[in-house]
């Protein structure tokens, strides 16, 4: 495209509900600072939703219920694709990639689970797909790792990227709810789905993890391979017990890059609260990035809602139109920022990775218990960095034990072999510990 | 330059001291992954520094004690000038820009006080003068304005900008150490400078907060503009009120945009201990930014160090980089973020400003004195947040006075009457409380 002749960047949108609606309303809002630092417009010239009612949409020239109404018009330089899940958004995608079109979307699913198909398309195309939104909302956190700390060896990076899962997390803990109160308000709210089980069981947040995972370490998104565990078994009592041991119980996406492989993560994690991570409360978001040269940087904000996810669709929208002025013929980077994936590294099972854990156990009220637990923990080379043993209640007593540094594999075992103690009562609950590589 | 041609990128350096020689050494270590991410090789084929040896520096082919002989070096496409102060890196700057090579600097004086002069010359000769490096050392804060958040009216940032001083504060407040003797551990750290004005009296903080002020609000460099006050009058008496009431203090740059003008400044601020902002914690930095519609994200990391710093150095080289292997003739965007600045706008005056306030009153123990001070603050149209009122020392009662908002024109006048009261002891003591529009 000639850059002399480009008067207006326009844009298709698929999809008008909280983010697609977000996106047109904050492009008519902040239409001349966006002009101010473009330096041309923004123009939204098609819209495409189920049941859409042209007339609600004053000003937009193509309004249609046929999302591919958009992808096929002539007039659209990028697309925006807000529809969310897979299907139409899929092929949208593919079909926008393949006439030539630049497409902006926020649909994490979509980018973890099918970017593998549709990166080479749009490299095929010379075009852009961008998913900024895609992960922890208005937070550049995409930009962060394939530009801004691309000097640097990425280590490992955690985050809170999964705002209801926080949310009730953090109401949790301030006021000693159960889980399944929270959860409920949360709902009530609208910031949990009516299906709970993405946002607590945290299949969401491995899909931004595996997106992040990807860019920070070269490799391939591996959605599929990324353990997940959710937080509904965490009662208050353990968030007391983090408590008076130093710590806060976070729901994090973890991953590590080691010479044994990798680490894809999301689960329950008990971290420091000295840790700025660990005082990132309620709907927020966070991520913690650590690169060999810069160490640890943490980027927060808000993960969702309308405008600040919109926030990050608009800015892929100026990068590509930045470029589109700059009459660049093929994307300036990678879709994950490497030229060439690492794709040997393999993905570690979770019984292979190394970590600390809490682990809490019900215990009949007698002599001897907390010896018998200690020589089990021993004899699978487990260490013990501190122990609260509290009064008994009714006939039995909580136990809360922090470990060393241990294999979850021998961990396993060993809570299999306490479990199995006459003295101890129903299974033990384990919570992983992360301490980053320092205390 | 043809993208097909281009087998390496070819750096020359400027000033081998701490940042210079991180770059340096940044560009060996992690050559594999940047190489990966970039798509060819970054080579240093010039350095230059005052009594370089050159057998120091094997590898390199040409090393030199003169500067200029890197920036007329035809082999260099990229100068990095990290030899900090003005001269000769404000002649060194200038003159390999007008050689048509782009420019990575780490220098925020000349940025911040000579930037005005240099972007023109960048702009002329379609080269790059980039300044990730420049503020908040590692973090990339430069990027996350003027790309990640481009979609937003900036309202206000506010940020930790200065390491040295935030360790002080931390010390300070951690173990009820008096400034001075902070001051001179820090010095022996090596973290403050000799002179340590350009620290503590926050012209490095004003600097750092000048820039960030220009690309957020589309603003000219405004340094000599910048309200600037130090942290050697805090005491840890003070510190320990301020946390009685909820807060901590923190050495601050603020800037804020209204419809009156743009608000900049850099003081010892209380802000509510609540706040992640306020948890940021030793020689750390960090930076809130405010848009109109992601809302408040927050940048946390090392603001110095070797490593760190190295890390935006190299950020903003294969930024350039990238540009330079897709064929782009001219910047992808202007330097300061904006296609044009909006130059109308005042900065305000300190004494315009609107604040909540922390003062500290040194009474004689006598009936009636808080009453009189009331009365006082109320002729001003000064109300009152909270009040903690201590047990007489000696002949002297402290009372320390939050109030609500006011004009800091008016607080004066009603600080000067207070002063005059026969029954109050010495200066009032005076920081600026900041809710950031929320409590």
Known sequence: MNPESVKSLKVGICGLGTVGGGTFALLQNNQDE?????????????????????????????????????????????????LGGFDPAFEVVRQALANGKHVVTANKALIAERGS???????????????????????????????????????????????????????????????????????????????????????????????????????????HKTYTEGISHITPEDIDYAAELGYRIKHLGI??????????????????????????????NAVVVHGNAVGSTLYSGPGAGAEATASAVVADIIDIGRAMLAGLEQPLLPALGFQSLRGEIPVLDIEEIVSEYYLKISAQDKVGVMAKISNLLQQHAISIEAVIQKEAVSESVPIVILTHSAVEKQLNQAIAAIENLEDVNGAVMRIRVESFGGK
């Open 117 to 223: 198909e549709l990166f080479p398309i749009a490299h095929k195309h010379g075009v852009c797909l961008a998913y900024e939104s895609a992960v922890a909302g208005g937070i550049p956190i995409i930009k962060a790792l394939r530009e801004g700390l691309a000097a640097n060896r990425i280590e490992w990076l955690a985050g809170i990227i999964n705002g209801t899962g926080n949310f009730i997390l953090t109401e949790m803990a301030a006021h000693g709810r159960q889980f399944d109160d929270v959860l409920q308000q949360a709902q009530a709210l609208g910031y949990a789905e009516a299906d709970p089980a993405l946002d607590v069981e945290g299949i969401d947040a491995a899909h931004k993890l595996s997106i992040m995972a990807a860019i920070a370490f070269g490799i391939p998104l591996q959605f």
């Open 255 to 284: 991953a590590k890059l080691s010479a044994q492989g990798v680490e894809l993560r999301v689960h329950p994690t008990l971290i420091s609260k000295k840790r700025l991570l660990a005082n990132v409360d309620g709907v927020g």
């Open 34 to 82: 966006i002009r101010a630092r473009l330096g041309c417009d923004i123009e939204v010239v098609a819209i495409a939703s189920r049941n859409l009612d042209a007339a609600n949409w004053p000003g937009v020239s193509q309004a249609a219920s046929d999302v591919f109404a958009v992808v096929n018009d002539e007039a659209v330089d990028i697309v925006v694709e807000t």
